[in-house]
Each structure stands twice: as structure tokens, then as C-alpha cells.
């Protein structure tokens, strides 16, 4: 059982670093359009 | 100086180190931040500001890298920052103090942009760096006779020696800049009358800057749209000819800098055994013959040198698999990390000698001055096809990552030519892709030699970058076309000395790069593994227990223990089949089986999507899922074992492999690419095609190489 809840943290992680990743605004760096205006 | 205070009362003094292209700023700028910003012999490496801190003796100073610039006179993106922020008086925060770098060996040049520095009256100290390379010319600078003309400090420095560095720090420390006397009276080609009613519209006191708004104010938007249109107005009044007062003043600018070398400036001559090398290298023949064989040495390292850690590497995480399922209690978990996590790991670890290789060598080129022949040597031959002199920068740019090179192309001013650039960049192969050919050339390409030294799998390898470029040439002809560019732009970049490269500094890149890699893209992919796991292993409940109990009760049929394998794989097989990634994945079949592919590569297809590299750790996860991790396979040997369930024959046939490697040659399957071409092009309509176009390339090319070879 608790190799299961395990999974399901490490899935919803996972899932919702990836959202991080896809829906962020980038502050620096690659995409980020504040950067490129200043 | 603008009547607007400088800088904010309480912020640190900003100190902005400007100059020509490839004179060293970015290196002066790591030695003072401790920063490790990209530097390289290599014309147009900053296009963009970059900031850092100096601190000394507990005091802080804001240290700000601009794009290197030859005047004050814009005429790209990557010019016209440093002209705003020198410029432009509606910025609150315009630099305290100027550090101007110019290269010794080009003295002139530099004080054309340092003398113009000097008439816009900012607290100015001259840099005159390479004085090694001066040196080595015979080229003598009395640099107190410079300072007696100038009226400006003077250090001389050696910065990639790390050679009279020290003494920028005290000059900064003790703020010892100075605002020199006019150096070209702009009076004698401005009437003074629109001088005095700018400088009092726009607040200036000095006639440079005011000089500057008239030439510049009425197309720069980052002044109000009020006094564009006065500016306009004013101009238009008193029949103002931009063009014929710039040139104007370039003159006198130049003959005054002449009259003043003649004073501060001994050039003995010079032996000229270098030169030597650039016959052979610029050779409109023995040229690009020499080109292909740096890029032969390359990938033949590349192949030869990077095996040995990669087999380890990869035999390393298939033995922990195989540990991790037999040591850790029987579990989803236990699967999750030996099935999922691990082999996604391993996918991306297994790529760093290839990478660092990659980096190692490229750094080694700009470094020696050898990348800069190649742009010059390209920028001949590309014309016909569209792609005109500064085009060259970002795409050799793109040979790394297709997002420095996409921003390169900002030092393009011509907005057709700066399109094409952007759009065709991603064509060139970066290193992203080098994962998936070292993979698949391994799989598809017998270790052969040719002509008894070139490694058969490092010419194709050659190939495929080749191609990659056939692909840019090809689409820039269809650009060309299509948006008719009737301007046309010129190659103005220098040939840099030749230099030993900074060793260091490749091991840093190295270094820097890989740990990129395998922080930036790993933990993506990792994300993608866990995620590929679960689908991959969860399906419809009552299908999957439906399968379950049929492999079980064959199972007890079995009357010999190969038979209970051969159903125990065909079990697993189905699960796989069945699962919530295997309905995806037999979805899309349809659309990706005329190019060879079963559906499990479909899926890698989608993930990669996110960026190239997750292809074959995708693969890794899928094909991990029921297979026997106990026998510790390979990633290598577990694609070449894999046997399509319908056909019965292996799933990476040569043509289907050749397939793949052409896909990957031209599709675009990178997000960050996406992103940054959206942020060049202010907008989603040029990425949008550019997706469009590339996808449905890469499909026409992948379709038709399996045709031929299957």
C-alpha cells in the first residue's frame, strides 16, 4: 500500500512539474519577454 | 549629460563595459563578476545585455556587458542596445561610468566608437586589451600619448591571459573615469539652431547627445510618440539630411583619429607566417576540403572517444535496474524506479561524453579563430541560396543549440533576411540531435572503415549534418522566393588572429554544458519517464485483469518452463498493448506506419516533441516495461532486440532506422526553440508555421527513405 501512495505522489509531481514547465512565464533566460523588452 | 540624474540615489554605481565585436568584454566582464557568460574568438557571442555584480572591499557595483557595436550609429537589434542605453535620457537607469575595450590590433576602429563616447560625455576609461597580440604584430602604443590626446584613463590589458586585470578593479574602486573635452565638434556639421531646440525639448545639455536624438529620436519607440512627431516635424522644417551629416562626421572623426595615431602609433612590419594558414583555409577549393575534414576528425572522435564511458554508462544503469527489482520488495514503487525512473535516468546520463565532446570541440574552433574562417568561408557559398552574410553567425550557432542561434540573428538588420535566418536555423543540427543519431547509427550502420581510416558510422554521422544543411539551403531558396527580399545585406565580420585556444576555458564549457544538459533536460525527462510508466503500465481495469487471468490460466497449461516464458512475454506484451499509453500510441499507428514506425515509437515521437533527447529515454521506459531487467540489457541491445508483435520482424530495421535519423534531421520537437522564435518574431505566427512546415518535412523526407530502403 504504501508503495502505491508513493507512486501516486511521485506522479502527481511529476505531472505537475511538467504543467509548471508548459504554462510558466520564464523570468529569465529562454521565453522570457520581460528580458527581452528591458 | 541628460538633465535626468543618472542612476537612482540608493542603487549601486552601474559601470558598462562596451566596444567592437570580439574584443573581449565578456571576458573582462567574467574576470570582474566571477560570472562564467559565454565568451569566444568569435564575433557576436553577446547579443543580448548582460549584468553582474563586482564587489569591492565591501562595495557593490552593477557591471553591465553590451553587445559589441562599431559606432553609435545602430544598424541592428544587438547595436541599437547599446545606443539606448547610452542614449536614450527617458531610462531612469543609464550607466554611472564607462569601460571602453578596444583591441589593440585595431586601434583605430575602437577609437572611432570611443572617441564618439567621448563627445557624448561619459565618465570614460579606454581598455586597449590583446596587448599580446599587439605584440606579437609589432605594433607599439604610447598609450600616455593617447591619454594626452584623449584625456581619458588608460590601462593596457591581455584578458585571456588574465594579464593587467587587477588594475581595473582599483580604477573602478577609486572611480578614476573621466568626461574628456569634445573630441569632434559637432557644431561644424549640425546648425546650432537645431541643436538648442532639441537639447531643450529633450532636456539635453550635451550637443552630442543632442546630435544622437536628431540622427536616432524619431524611430526609436522607446521615446513617446509626442516628441517623435515634433522631432519629425522639426527636421522636416529645416530640410535635415541625415545621411549627409553622418558621413560628414564620419570623416572628420577618421581624419582627426589618423592625425592622432600618427602621434601614438608605431607599426613595425610584421612577419606575415599566418597568413600562410589562411591560404589554405580560405582556398576556394582546399577550403571547404579541409572544413569537411575537421568535421570528419570530429564526429570520428566523437564516435571513437565517447564509446568507451557511454558503454559503461549504459551497462552501469541497466546492472542497477536489475538490482533495484531484486533487492527492493516486490511493488509498484519498485517497478516505477526500475522500469521508469532508472532507465529515464540512464537515457540522459549516457549522452554527457557525447555532449561534452561536442561543446569541448566547438569551443576549441571559436576559440583558436578557426570559426570565424568558417562563417567567411560559408558566407560565399550560401548567396545563391538566400542566406546572406550575417545569416552565417546564427547558423553555425545552431551546429550547438538553435536558440543561441536564433537570437544571433538579431545582428541582422534586414527583416526579410532576419526572418529567414530564424525560420531555417532550426534545420541545422544541434546537439540535441546528436542522442538520437549516436543511437541509431549504432544500431543501423555496421563499425566499418572506409578507405581504411574514416569510420563508417562517423561519415554517416557526417551525413546527416549535411543533410541538415541541404535542409537550410533548401528552405532559405523556397524563403527567398516566397518573400522576395529585395535589400541586401553584407558580411562585415573579421578574421581573429589565430590563438592557442584557453584550455580552461574549454574544460569550463564542457563542463557548463553537460551539467545543462543533464539538470536542464534531465529533469524533464525524468518528469516524462514517471509519467510514460504509469500510462504505460495502468489500463482499463477490466481489460488488463481480463488479460491477466488468460496469461495465468496458460500458464498452468504449460507443460515445460520455456513455454511458461514465451506466455509470460506474450502476457506482458499484451498489457503493454492494452494500457493506457498503448491505446494512444495504436491511435496514431495509422498516421506514422507509412514511415515504418510500430506504435511505440509513435509515443516516443509525441514526448520528444518536448525537446529531441527525450526520444531514447521514452524508448528506454517503454521498452523496459515487462521486459526481463534481470539480464541487465543495454539500451542498444534492448532497440535491437525488439521484435514488432504483428510482423514478427525486428522493430529497427535499417530502413526504419534511416527513417527515424531523417525524421529527426528536420523535425522541430523542441518547446524552448518554439519559445524563443515566438519571442524573436513577437508573435505565434511565424512559430506556428515554422512547426507546421518542418513536421510535414521531416514526414515527406522520413516517408520517402523508407520507401527506398524497406
Redesign the interface.
Given at each position: 500500500m504504501w508503495q502505491q501512495i508513493l507512486v501516486v505522489i511521485a506522479v502527481v509531481g511529476a505531472i505537475a512539474y511538467l504543467l509548471w514547465k508548459l504554462l510558466r512565464k520564464p523570468t529569465t533566460g529562454t521565453g522570457c519577454d520581460k528580458c527581452a523588452k528591458s | 549629460m541628460a538633465a535626468k540624474e543618472l542612476s537612482e540615489v540608493n542603487s549601486p554605481p552601474r559601470i558598462a563595459i562596451i566596444g567592437n565585436p570580439n574584443v573581449g568584454k565578456s571576458t573582462i566582464f567574467n574576470y570582474l563578476t566571477g560570472l562564467n557568460q559565454k565568451t569566444g574568438n568569435y564575433p557576436g557571442v553577446t547579443v543580448?545585455k548582460k549584468t553582474g555584480v563586482l564587489q569591492i572591499q565591501g562595495e557593490n557595483f552593477e557591471i553591465l556587458d553590451l553587445p559589441g557595436t562599431y559606432s553609435l550609429f545602430p544598424n541592428s537589434e544587438d547595436e541599437i542596445i547599446a545606443h539606448r542605453v547610452l542614449n536614450n535620457p527617458e531610462l531612469e537607469k543609464r550607466p554611472d561610468y564607462v569601460l571602453m575595450v578596444i583591441d589593440s590590433t585595431q586601434l583605430s576602429r575602437g577609437l572611432f566608437l570611443a572617441t564618439q563616447l567621448i563627445d557624448l560625455g561619459v565618465n570614460l576609461t579606454i581598455l586597449l586589451n590583446m596587448s599580446d597580440l599587439a605584440a606579437a604584430k609589432n605594433i607599439e602604443i604610447r598609450s600616455f600619448e593617447l591619454f594626452k590626446q584623449l584625456g581619458v584613463p588608460i590601462l593596457q590589458t591581455d584578458a585571456r591571459n588574465q594579464k593587467g586585470l587587477e588594475p581595473i578593479k582599483e580604477l573602478i574602486h577609486q572611480r578614476n573615469f573621466s568626461k574628456a573635452p569634445q573630441f569632434v565638434d559637432i557644431l561644424k556639421v549640425v546648425p546650432p539652431s537645431i541643436l538648442d531646440l532639441v537639447k531643450e525639448k529633450f532636456e539635453l545639455e550635451n550637443d552630442y547627445q543632442a546630435y544622437q536624438m536628431i540622427r536616432f529620436g524619431a524611430k526609436d519607440k522607446a521615446i513617446s510618440e509626442e516628441k517623435r512627431n515634433w522631432l519629425t516635424q522639426v527636421l522636416e522644417e529645416n530640410k535635415f539630411n541625415l545621411e549627409e551629416v553622418q558621413l560628414e562626421e564620419t570623416k572628420i572623426r577618421y581624419k582627426k583619429i589618423t592625425e592622432l595615431l600618427t602621434k601614438a602609433l608605431t607599426k613595425k612590419s610584421s612577419p606575415k607566417a599566418k597568413s600562410s594558414i589562411d591560404k589554405v583555409v580560405l582556398h576556394p577549393f582546399f577550403g571547404y576540403l579541409v572544413f569537411i575534414g575537421v568535421l570528419l576528425l570530429i564526429f570520428q572522435t566523437l564516435f571513437s572517444l565517447a564509446s568507451y564511458p557511454m558503454d559503461w554508462i549504459d551497462g552501469f544503469f541497466a546492472d542497477v535496474s536489475g538490482r533495484v527489482l531484486a533487492t527492493f520488495?516486490e511493488?509498484?514503487?519498485?517497478r516505477?524506479l526500475a522500469e521508469g525512473v532508472v532507465p529515464g535516468i540512464g537515457g540522459v546520463v549516457i549522452f554527457i561524453p557525447q555532449i561534452a565532446l561536442l561543446f569541448g570541440f566547438l569551443a576549441i574552433l571559436e576559440d583558436t579563430g578557426y570559426m570565424s574562417r568558417v562563417v567567411f568561408l560559408l558566407d560565399r557559398w550560401m548567396r545563391p541560396f538566400g542566406l546572406h552574410g550575417k545569416s552565417i553567425v546564427p547558423l553555425v550557432s545552431g551546429v550547438a543549440c538553435a536558440?543561441p542561434g536564433v537570437m544571433a540573428a538579431r545582428n541582422i538588420s534586414n527583416w526579410k533576411e532576419k526572418m529567414i535566418t530564424i525560420l531555417v536555423t532550426p534545420l541545422m543540427s544541434c546537439s540535441a540531435r546528436l542522442p538520437v543519431y549516436i543511437i541509431l547509427i549504432g544500431l543501423s550502420v555496421p563499425e566499418e572503415q572506409v578507405f581504411g581510416f574514416i569510420n563508417l558510422q562517423a561519415l554517416s554521422l557526417l551525413c546527416l549534418y549535411l543533410l541538415g544543411v541541404f535542409g537550410v539551403l533548401g528552405t532559405a531558396f523556397l524563403l527567398k522566393v516566397i518573400l522576395k527580399t529585395d535589400e541586401k545585406s553584407f558580411l562585415m565580420t573579421e578574421l581573429p588572429s589565430y590563438r592557442i585556444p584557453r584550455w580552461k576555458d574549454v574544460g569550463i564549457t564542457m563542463f557548463e554544458k553537460s551539467k545543462t544538459f543533464v539538470f536542464e533536460a534531465g529533469?524533464?525527462i525524468?518528469?516524462?519517464s514517471?509519467?510514460l510508466w504509469?500510462l504505460a503500465s495502468y489500463g482499463p481495469p477490466s481489460t488488463m485483469e481480463e488479460i491477466r487471468q488468460q496469461g495465468i490460466a496458460q500458464q498452468e497449461q504449460a507443460t515445460s518452463p520455456e513455454q511458461v516464458e514465451l506466455i509470460e512475454a506474450e502476457t506482458n506484451s499484451l498489457l503493454l498493448e492494452n494500457s493506457f499509453i498503448g491505446i494512444m500510441g495504436r491511435a496514431i499507428e495509422p498516421v506514422i506506419q507509412p514511415l515504418g514506425y510500430d506504435w511505440k515509437i509513435g509515443i516516443a515521437l509525441i514526448t520528444s516533441f518536448a525537446a529531441r533527447e527525450v526520444f531514447i529515454s521514452t524508448i528506454a521506459t517503454i521498452y523496459s516495461i515487462g521486459g526481463d531487467l534481470e539480464n541487465d540489457l543495454t539500451i542498444r541491445e534492448k532497440l535491437a532486440t525488439q521484435v514488432n508483435a504483428s510482423t514478427g520482424d525486428k522493430t529497427f530495421t535499417p530502413a526504419t532506422s534511416y527513417s527515424l535519423l531523417v525524421f529527426y534531421v528536420f523535425a522541430m520537437q523542441c518547446?524552448?526553440t518554439l519559445?524563443?522564435v515566438?519571442?524573436e518574431t513577437k508573435g505565434w505566427k511565424w512559430p506556428i508555421i515554422q512547426t507546421v512546415y518542418m513536421t510535414a518535412l521531416a514526414y515527406l523526407m522520413a516517408f520517402i527513405t523508407f520507401q527506398i530502403f524497406s
Open positions: - | 543580448d520488495p511493488g509498484p514503487l519498485t516505477l536558440i529533469k524533464v525524468l518528469a516524462i514517471i509519467v504509469v518547446m524552448s519559445a524563443v515566438k519571442r
